[in-house]
């Protein structure tokens, strides 16, 4: 059987395509791969179609590499056998690509393939058996060319292109093998060793000095002495904080200067009527259990 099919995609690239062959397999219609399966040798299951009956094989494919030349042809191997019947069948196809310009800028495919099977493959007509191949083909080049849409193959730039694992890595900084030296500033040296105790505590006195550090808050410190130098306010909200969880400081109310105002009070009445009502209710008590008892006694 001969067929010729349109890729619109250069000759280098789908030439690149056709020597993978788990791309070649997954471009298959009706194929379902194998996730363990090799990706040089891809294995799996092809539902085929022919006239009325549908056939299922398990089997697998092989591509061979083109030879050097332009016109050099893929040849794709699969041999499979029934999923339900003794049945087995075995494709050689050979592949030759050529431009094309019709019906735009691509890649022909010329397919010239043989077939040699038994079982229930020997029960569908001459005819039949080549509308399927056809029309497998065909599916195949619509296959080819989505799946380059979506998986286009690495151009020889980035093949020729160093992986992760081939970049050489460099030495650690804490290698005690390392140049030490070549990692240290010139004059970095000469200056560590020219400057001795007395320099490092005047550098340290010049970090601490008022000029170059804001003066700390009297709040901030701990002790006596940061308690009486602290406003009252802070001091006491210090002292009621230490040796408390940090749950209960913060769900503690805020005190000092974060502490809510009290609602001011409108005059001393609300206060006088404040303990009025308490006494109130007393006197009205004692009257009750005073007349409570004088009856009792007649």
């Known amino acids: 059987m001969e067929h010729e099919v349109y890729v619109p995609f250069p000759v280098g690239t789908v030439r690149q395509a056709l020597t993978e062959p788990e791309r070649v397999a997954r471009c298959v219609p009706g194929v379902q791969l194998d996730a363990e399966a ?38 794709v191997d699969a041999k499979g056998t029934e999923t339900r019947g003794d049945g087995a069948v075995a494709l050689t196809l050979t592949v030759r690509l050529s431009p094309a310009t019709e019906p735009g800028p691509g890649t022909t495919l010329s397919c010239a393939g043989t077939v040699h099977g038994d079982g229930r493959l020997t029960e569908a007509t001459d005819r039949s ?30 093949a020729a292109r160093p992986g992760v694992f081939d970049t050489e890595v460099p030495p650690p900084s804490l290698d005690p093998h390392g140049d030490e030296d070549a990692a240290e500033p010139a004059g970095t040296g000469d200056r560590a060793d020219a400057a001795g105790p007395a320099d490092t505590a005047d550098a340290l006195d010049d970090l601490v000095s008022e000029d170059r550090v804001p003066e700390l808050r009297a709040e901030h410190a701990y002790g006596p002495e940061a308690d009486a130098a602290a406003p009252a306010e802070a001091a006491h909200a210090r002292r009621t ?7 209960e400081v913060d769900h503690a109310p805020p005190r000092g200067r974060y502490a809510p105002v009290p609602a001011p009070e409108t ?17 009205l008590a004692s009257a009750v259990v005073v007349g409570r008892v004088l009856r009792r006694r007649r």
């Open 267 to 283: 005059g001393g009445t609300s206060a006088t009527l404040r303990w009025a009502a308490p006494a109130a209710a007393v006197v």
């Open 129 to 158: 058996a080549e509308s399927a191949g056809r029309r497998l083909l065909d599916r195949f080049a619509e296959n080819l060319t989505e799946d380059l849409r979506q998986r286009p193959v690495p151009d020889a730039g980035q």
């Open 241 to 247: 904080m230490i040796g408390r969880s940090a749950e």
């Open 38 to 75: 090799a990706a040089h040798r891809p294995e799996g299951r092809l539902r085929l179609r022919i006239g009325s009956s549908t056939i299922t094989y398990r089997g697998s494919l092989t591509v061979s590499e083109p030879g050097d030349g332009a016109d050099a042809a893929v040849t």
